[in-house]
């Protein structure tokens, strides 16, 4: 699976959007992009995923360079209740089904 | 509340006992896996199960047990462990396993482990 980066922490403001960067230059183009994030001690959360397309959900919106070598995760209105680790993940969607966990980005929401 | 439930939460063991940790899952999926998330190290994937049967073992020692009675149930069983084996216990159920459109993880809570 193709190698993720990420900033290791990063504020933002409650109420405001944040934007959360992740490099995957090295992508291949059966990877996905999944986002999860952690809220302290507990498990991972799922957030979105996709390929190629923008995609938005109940959660975030997940934008995606045409050239797929980084994307964005918007949360459009963050609270006190977003501040987590959030984790940016690539991977072929076949068996094995691994999700390889990197050390993600450390968003701290500041009322 | 993913679906997915973790007991104990919390867990005090000496090396020297035995006890398991208990997994189960109300989402009717096919996979489950066990991670494991030591302090300041990210999350490692432990073991694999599909429709019961183990399908990964990322070459755990074997003071660490699994087993799949069902696809609703995990468990994990430990033995003498060290204390470096104190963590965060975690478990993921998905639909599919083989890469289609439903193999989303959902995590459980965690089991946090400490070995004395």
């Known amino acids: 699976d193709a190698k993720t980066t990420q900033p290791p922490s990063m504020d933002c403001a409650e109420g405001r959007a944040a934007n959360l960067p992740c490099n995957h230059s090295t992508i291949s183009g059966n990877e996905y992009v999944y986002w999860y994030r952690q809220i302290h001690s507990q498990g991972p959360q799922y957030i979105i995923h996709?390929?190629?397309n923008n995609e938005t959900n109940e959660m975030a919106s997940l934008i995606i360079t045409e050239d797929r070598k980084s994307s964005t995760l918007i949360l459009p209105h963050a609270t006190l209740r977003d501040t987590a680790v959030y984790y940016c993940i690539v991977r072929v969607k076949a068996a094995g089904n691994k999700l390889t966990f990197g050390g993600g980005t450390r968003v701290l929401v500041k009322p | 509340e993913t679906g997915v439930t973790q007991t104990p939460r919390h867990l005090v063991m000496g090396m020297t006992n035995k006890k398991s940790l208990k997994c189960e899952q109300h989402?009717?999926?096919?996979?489950m896996y066990w991670y494991k998330q030591s302090a300041k190290k990210p999350l490692e994937l432990m073991f694999v199960?599909?429709?019961?049967?183990?399908?990964e073992n990322n070459s755990v020692p074997s003071r660490f047990s699994p087993e799949c009675p069902n696809s609703s149930h995990l468990f994990l069983h430990l033995h003498t462990l060290q204390p470096e084996d104190s963590a965060l216990y975690l478990c993921?159920?998905?639909?599919?396993?083989?890469?289609?459109?439903?193999?989303?993880?959902?995590f459980g809570p965690g089991t946090r482990l400490t070995v004395l």
């Open positions: 996709g390929l190629k």
């Open positions: 199960y599909n429709f019961k049967e183990q399908t």
């Open positions: 989402l009717g999926h096919n996979a």
């Open positions: 993921a159920s998905s639909q599919d396993y083989a890469g289609g459109p439903t193999d989303t993880q959902y």
